[in-house]
């Protein structure tokens, strides 16, 4: 059986080593290529950084599998996956905003084992362990995350993000139209893994978006859970493409039935 105390600090040390490579190692002059659209990019620096987060953990543990975003892929014959997104939120990055994060989780037979989401300019690295709970680290120390408050879905602080193709941004906002008066607000930070992560930490009480990836939020969703929010997808779905939600206990519900039924309404 897997030690998950060891996959965590390798997940730890890989996912600050391309933190630093990233804030420190940006060029002057950032280049980048398009990739679904033209909105929708993909900077060398998101290339180094998968390429460094392979080299650490595969230098480690060989047989390990791999998907990153960038196209990192490789079978795993010790039951162990890697999921990574070297950058999530690569347009906050190419833009200098300080909304970016390093996502690296492993994922065992039983789905997400270990999840660690580093946040390089904000000096924040949220961890979670299965069975074992979820911490904040900065320089305030090391603070353990869980949600029991009671929110109102009135009263909740809800994120979201959009995406790059059009036709689905004209949807989403037509979404956002009928849910925004039914929420305390709406942001839009940036990056879904730091979204979720603030569920998690109290930043926000909910969080959604459509059209997102697994290495978006395979990190954040064991976080969230080992923090006592609730991840799910549309319907009795798993989280998926089509849509997650994430939210405290007290308003997960009602959030599913109102997304569920905006979604309804645009069949
Ligand atoms: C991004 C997500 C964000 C979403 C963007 C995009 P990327 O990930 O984190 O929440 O709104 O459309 O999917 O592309 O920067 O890894």
Known sequence: MTDLGELRDLALVAAREAGELLLHGRPAHLTYETKSTATDVV??????????????????????????????????????????????GTVSYLYGQPMWAVSVAAEDELGGAVGVVHVPALGETYVGVRGAGS?????QGEQSLFRSDAVALSMAMV?????????????????????LPKFRDIRRPGAASIDM????DGRLDGYYERGLSHWDYAASSIICREAGVSVLGLNDAPPNSDMIICAVPSCVQELHDILAQARANED
């Open 197 to 200: 992560c603030w569920v998690a």
């Open 43 to 88: 900077t060398d620096m998101d290339r180094a950084s998968e390429a460094l987060l392979v080299n650490r953990l595969l230098g480690q543990r060989p047989d390990d599998g791999v998907i990153g975003e960038e196209g990192a892929s490789r079978a795993s014959t010790t039951g162990i996956t890697w999921v990574l997104d070297p950058i999530d």
């Open 159 to 179: 994120g979201t993000g959009f995406g790059y193709d059009s036709n689905r941004r004209r949807a989403q906002a037509r979404v956002l139209l009928e849910v």
């Open 135 to 139: 911490v904040r680290i900065n320089s």
